[in-house]
């Protein structure tokens, strides 16, 4: 399983960015998709999450209204649409897959499966 991260860059604050992550190596419906971000010198933290089917989602607070995740199973791709952007936005974007169902979404520890990170950089 690999699952391929990009587009990342630079934006001013308020701007938007549209992040794209690709799997391959696994059935493209199978199991949910997350984002993570970790800011330069802050842990990792999770961002938002969809389920295999694109029916649910979840937010942190923090990106809640401003962020919005989707996913296109017939191209393998999940997409995080990050508009309203902030400088505390800045951080390296991961995407993660989990290998069951049923979970907390938003804990590191279920993800087996990374993306290589894409870097978000918001100016003020």
């Known amino acids: 399983v690999q699952l391929q991260a990009f587009g990342g860059g630079s934006v001013q604050a308020g701007g938007s960015l549209r992040l794209s992550c690709v799997a391959c190596g696994i059935p493209a419906d199978s199991y949910a998709v997350g984002w993570f971000r970790q800011a330069p010198g802050k842990e990792r933290e999770f961002v938002a999450a969809?389920?295999?089917?694109?029916?649910?989602?979840y937010y942190a607070e923090s990106v809640k209204g401003r962020f919005t995740i989707s996913r296109d199973n017939a191209k393998s791709t999940t997409y995080l649409q990050m508009d309203s952007l902030k400088p505390e936005d800045t951080a390296v974007y991961y995407c993660a897959k989990p290998k069951v169902y049923g979970i907390d979404l938003t804990q590191e520890a279920v993800h087996p499966y990374w993306g290589q990170g894409t870097e978000v950089t918001v100016s003020s």
């Open positions: 969809v389920t295999w089917s694109g029916s649910k989602s």
